[in-house]
């Protein structure tokens, strides 16, 4: 069975740093997309990060560009995501998530196949 958890959560202010991390295991192949997602109370489950197998460049959301960072150790079979400059907006439970399709665009949560738990990311001004 695979298994998702993530860590490094937490509670910040405005401007702080966090490193979420996600460990995997349970399989023994390689995931095709990798992705973090996140929701808040009341909102819709939204994309923040995916990383492609044999991808060039990840996919960040335009609300993250240039602040977070998914990063991956295969050694450790474990999925990053540093996030910089947080802000109130990025209150959210963070989910990683992996996906097994190849060809996938990676972007929607219905491409994968496997999530976390969730870790909760709290941002005060």
């Known amino acids: 069975q695979v298994q998702l958890v993530e860590s490094g959560g937490g509670s910040v202010q405005a401007g702080g740093s966090l490193r979420l991390s996600c460990a995997a295991s349970g399989y023994s192949g390689s995931s095709y997309c990798w992705g973090w997602f996140r929701q808040a109370p009341g909102r819709e489950r939204e994309r923040v990060a995916a990383r492609i197998r044999g991808g060039s460049s990840p996919y960040y959301a335009d609300r993250v560009k240039g602040r977070f960072t998914i990063s991956q150790d295969n050694t450790k079979n474990t999925l990053y995501l540093q996030m910089n400059s947080l802000k109130p907006e990025d209150t959210a439970m963070y989910y990683c998530?992996?996906?097994?399709?190849?060809?996938?665009?990676?972007?929607?949560?219905?491409?994968?196949?496997?999530w976390g738990q969730g870790t909760q990311v709290t941002v005060s001004s």
């Open positions: 998530a992996a996906g097994m399709v190849s060809g996938s665009s990676c972007l929607y949560s219905s491409e994968y196949n496997y």
